[in-house]
């Protein structure tokens, strides 16, 4: 079956900086449109950043924007999250969102990211 695995989230001081990894597996090839969200205490998931075909177009947040960027190696099935300047409104868990159609998604299990000092 199709997995998504993050890993990277953790505890990082105001300023700070992380990066997520989601790896990809089970799609076997097909194309897809990657994502990311995240979901805060008490709040709804959001949409944070997102990357797809053709030439790898990226579209944020703009809570984010200037701040995170969204990449993918297709060769290694990864998808990142590089998150820069992190704030502590941008703690939550952050998931990964693949999209092979609109009726063919799938998510990780999701991964903790705490910005305090």
């Known amino acids: 079956q199709v997995q998504l695995v993050e890993s990277g989230g953790g505890l990082v001081q105001p300023g700070g900086s992380l990066r997520l990894s989601c790896v990809v597996s089970?799609?076997?090839?097909?194309?897809?449109?990657a994502a990311w969200y995240r979901q805060a205490p008490e709040k709804e998931r959001e949409f944070v950043a997102s990357?797809?075909?053709?030439?790898?177009?990226?579209n944020y947040a703009g809570s984010v924007k200037g701040r995170f960027t969204i990449s993918r190696d297709n060769a290694e099935n990864t998808v990142y999250l590089q998150m820069n300047s992190l704030k502590p409104e941008d703690t939550a868990v952050y998931y990964c969102n693949g999209q092979v159609s609109r009726a063919d998604d799938y998510w990780g299990q999701g991964t903790q990211v705490t910005v305090s000092s």
């Open positions: 089970g799609l076997n090839g097909r194309s897809y449109a």
């Open positions: 990357v797809f075909n053709p030439n790898d177009r990226t």
